[in-house]
Each structure stands twice: as C-alpha cells, then as structure tokens.
C-alpha cells in the first residue's frame, strides 16, 4: 500500500445509461459453460413482479418468463428497493444471446466451452508486470530484528553483508516483495496448474515464483522475509529502474516459522509438479523444502516475524501452525499438524490448504475439517458471497469460494453456490455490473489500479484485479488519502456497509496484490477444467 497525492479518474461504461430507468441487469460478462447455473440478478426502484423477460438469439426468443416475485433489499448486500432472480440455466446450446428486461438495458449473453482460459491467460499478464526491475537486489543489505521480535523493528546487521534476492514480483502498488505472500502465490498457480495443466503459462509464472524462494534461505541462520521496507512509501511515483532506493534495499531475515513453512510448502509443492517436467529444478527445490521445513523445528526459531511501520504492520501473520501443516503435507509428513477448520481465507489463513492436502491424500479426520470450514462459507445472500465488506473482500471471498468447491469436489458434486456466485460476481454480476478484473475483451471493466508502473506508462492494467468492495466505515476512516467526487455514478449502488469505486488512487479498493491474483487464477483453473 502507497499513500500519494490523490488525482481521480473514473471508469466510462455504457452500464450507466441503464439507471435513467431504475432497472439494471447484472450478470457475467465473461458467459457460461453449457452444463452449469446460469441466473442474473435484476435490481430496480420499483416493483416489476410479473413482467416478461426474453432471452434472444438473432431476434428470435428461445427462453422466455416472468420476473418472479422479488425480495426487499437489504441495504447490506444491495441497495435498490427491489431485486430478482432469472434463472435460464435450461439454456445448454452454446451462443451469443441477448437478456431483455422490461425497462433495462439489454445484456449480452454468452454461452461456449471455455470462457474463462482468456481472462486466466491476462490474469497472468498482469503477475508478469510485477515482476521486479530492482536489479540492485542482487546485493540486499542483510537487516535483523532489534529487540523483541513483536515490535516490528529492525536494524542492519553486524558485520555488514549482502544476500542475492533480485527475482520475485512486487506485492502490489509498491514495490516491496513479501516472501509469505510470493509462497502464497507460488502454491496457488501451482494448484491452478494441477487442476487444469492446459492454461497456458501458469509454470513459467510459478517456476519464476519457486527460483526466487530458492534465495530466501542462503544459509541455515539466515532467511528472509522481506525486501524493501517502509520507506518505499516515502519516495512518490516512480518506476521501478527509476527509483532512489535502488541498491539500498534491506533483507529482513528472520527465522520465521510462518514464512518458513509457507516456504517450503510452495517448494515442495513445485518438486512434485516438476518432477516429471524439469527433474533438476524438482530435486533443487524438494532439497531446499527440506532443509528450510527442518530448521523451522529447531528450538531458536520464532513464531513470526514482521515489519512495524507508522501507518501499518506489514503482513502479521501471528500464526505458523497452519503454514507448517501445509509444509509438512506436502513433505509428505501427513501426521505432523492437524489445523483447526478456520473461519477465513487468506495471506494469513492457510488452514484450509493444509486440511484440504492432507484430504487428499487420505486423512478423514482432516477431510472433515476442511468441510466444517467450507459449511461456515455459504452464506445467504443475493449474491451468495461467503462472508462480510472488509479490506480485500474480493480476495478473501475468491479464496473462501475456491475451498468451498474443493471441499465439494471431495464429495463427488460440483454445486457450489459460493464458488459460482462469487466468479459470477468477479465477471461483473455484482451491484455495479462491473466486470472487477480489467480487460477489454470485457463490455464494461475496471479501468484502474493503483500502481505506479501503470499510472506512470499509462498503459492499461490488462489482467489486474481489484480488491473488490470494502467496508464503508473503514473506507471513511482512508478517505483522508484519495479523493471520492460527489455524484459519483457508482454511489447509487452503494449500500450501508459496502462501497465501491473505480479510483485510481484508491488502494483499499484498486489495489491488486499478488495473492488476490493467485486467489483468482486457482478460481479460473476450476472453472475451466475438463471434468
């Protein structure tokens, strides 16, 4: 997270001319396979109960119904006084069709094979403009915790050294690299390309991901869990080969039980996938699994570790028992941990990810664990979201959504309200009938991020995702660092609790980070693969 000056630009999306009439359609804009649930949501002022809806192809209606009694809305999850439900799953043959709805704006619908691979494939695109241009990380500056490690502070070592650690991706709008949300996404495209191998690109991505969690444990006293440090927030706009910093980054190195074992997850993980695929990189990185997983047993090593800045903690993770359980399952070491099912889904929650490994490879005891916590997911709501407006809510209900199917999966279904609810939700069946990834192969989708490379080259975010709508109290609490105009088109969609807006310098809401993308293309993964 960067806080700058704000300057404001704002999305312009045809959407908007549909609330001259009080009735919206909100549906995925990406399309549908044939196979699966297929409904829009319809929100209006008024109540239009009764009223016929048509779906088309070449002008000739081939579905056709009446708008079924709606419910109130909640001011929650919606804001309109009314909304429905259309459900036109019956439609199997794949095509281009149009929705019609008395009083709305026609919505373009699309039924094919395979409509997610592309967005996967831009998802990438973006994880590739964050890959790091420090080259002056090749020498960072080896820091180490002053004091007690709960503080947050650090100072550099004695004597003084320098560590090879060029490589990684940035975390988001910054350019600070965070080694526990690099082994997050490293894990996840790994998933991603277990659960369909035919997405293109996925293990070049994860491959680049893995060599540079080879660097973080040059040695058996040192591991590092950070490069660059809050005074990257000090230095404004500027592109990475331009910045004052570089050369002078710090190394956090810690020995972390959290990131050593997020870690060595993602490494052993990597040596299973690569086994058949590239045998040196494989055995390069189960060795480093290994030594990294046993000295995280050791006796001098801590719980965590973190930096303390003035505005925030960076990344305090507090717990190590589900990372290590995720390490020791994908050591094959199914009997080491046995995590509690959780009631989150995130950079610092990996409880699901352990229990759902160790299910797979036989363990009952964890396979229900892993559907406790996919049963605290379904959530009724319009919009069938697992959980609460938050900071990141995207990313947190995309990573709740993957489990949830995962967990169902287990079971023999495919049914999972939240799963398809929430990637409905990403492709634009949302309040603002806004696709949250940008792409222009989208009708209408987000045109900003907040990032410096993009702002600064202007060059359109293609694949980045947003953070999704956030808590509104929170978000006032922020409003002190960007700028929201008044009239804003998006506020009619607003509720209560939650808000969204398209703002470049809005980093609760259009910041992406490395994990929503991780979160998202383990999501596209399942969507689109052969079952």
């Known amino acids: 997270m960067n806080i700058f000056s704000p300057i404001f630009t704002i999305a312009i999306a045809g959407f908007f001319l549909s609330a001259q009439a009080g009735v919206w359609i909100r549906i995925n804009q990406a399309g549908y396979t044939p196979e699966r649930n297929k409904t829009a949501i319809i929100l209006s002022d008024t109540d239009i109960a009764g009223k016929i809806w048509n779906l088309k192809k070449n002008d000739v209606t081939v579905l056709s119904g009446k708008i079924p009694a709606g419910k109130p809305g909640d001011n929650i999850f919606v804001a309109q006084a009314f909304t ?10 794949k095509g281009d069709y149009t929705l019609e709805v008395s009083g709305a704006q026609t919505q373009q619908v699309l039924v094919k094979d395979d409509p997610y691979s592309l967005f996967a494939t831009q998802a990438l695109m973006h994880l590739r403009a964050m890959r790091s241009r420090h080259s002056g990380d090749s020498a960072a500056i080896v820091y180490k915790v002053k004091g007690d490690w709960k503080q947050g502070t650090w100072q550099e070592g004695v004597p003084h050294r320098t560590i090879d650690m060029q490589g990684g991706h940035y975390d988001a709008g910054d350019y600070i690299k965070f080694t526990l949300n690099e082994a997050y996404l490293a894990w996840h495209l790994l998933n991603a390309y277990i659960e369909n191998p035919s997405l293109p690109g996925i293990l070049d991505e994860a491959k680049y991901s893995l060599d540079y969690l080879l660097k973080t444990f040059p040695d058996e006293n040192t591991f590092v869990i950070q490069v660059g440090d809050g005074k990257d927030h000090e230095q404004g706009w500027r592109l990475p080969e331009n910045d004052a910093l570089k050369g002078k980054r710090p190394a956090l190195c810690a020995l972390s039980r959290t990131h050593m074992g997020s870690t060595a997850a993602a490494l052993a993980l990597g040596a299973n996938v690569f086994k058949n695929i590239d045998a040196k990189a494989s055995a390069k990185y189960r060795e480093k699994a290994k030594a990294i997983y046993d000295r995280a047993g050791q006796s001098d090593t801590q719980a965590s570790a973190f930096e303390h800045n003035a505005t925030n903690d960076f990344y305090y ?38 229990n759902y ?35 990141g809510s995207l990313h947190r209900w995309i990573g709740k959504a993957n489990v949830h199917l995962r967990a169902q999966r287990l079971q023999g279904k495919d049914l999972s309200l939240p799963f398809w609810g929430v990637l409905d939700y990403v492709f634009g069946r949302n309040n603002w009938g806004i ?19 993009y702002r600064l080259t202007k ?42 807006y ?21 999501m596209l993964a399942l969507a689109s693969r052969q079952r």
Do not use: C
């Open 502 to 522: 398209d703002n470049a310098d809005d980093f609760m809401i259009q910041e992406s980070t490395i994990g929503g993308q991780g979160d998202l293309l383990l």
């Open 317 to 354: 993770d507090q717990t190590d028992e589900d990372n290590m359980a995720l390490a020791a399952a994908e050591l094959g070491e199914i009997k080491a941990y046995a995590p509690p099912a959780a009631s989150e889904v995130s950079w610092s929650e990996w409880n699901a990810f352990a």
């Open 435 to 453: 696709a949250m990834l940008a792409s222009n192969d989208l009708p209408y989708s987000i045109r900003n991020v907040y990032n410096g490379i």
């Open 84 to 93: 429905y439900t259309i459900d036109f799953s019956k439609l199997k043959e």
């Open 459 to 500: 060059v359109f975010p293609t694949g980045a995702l947003s953070e999704g709508p956030g808590d509104r109290a929170t978000h006032l609490e922020m409003r002190k660092y960007f700028a929201i105009p008044k009239n804003n088109s998006f506020e009619k969609f607003n509720t209560e609790v939650g808000v969204f």
């Open 357 to 391: 490994r160790l299910a797979v490879q036989g363990d009952e005891a964890a396979k229900n664990r892993l559907l406790l916590e996919a049963k605290r997911y379904e959530w009724e709501n319009i919009w069938d979201l697992p959980g609460e407006y938050m900071w």
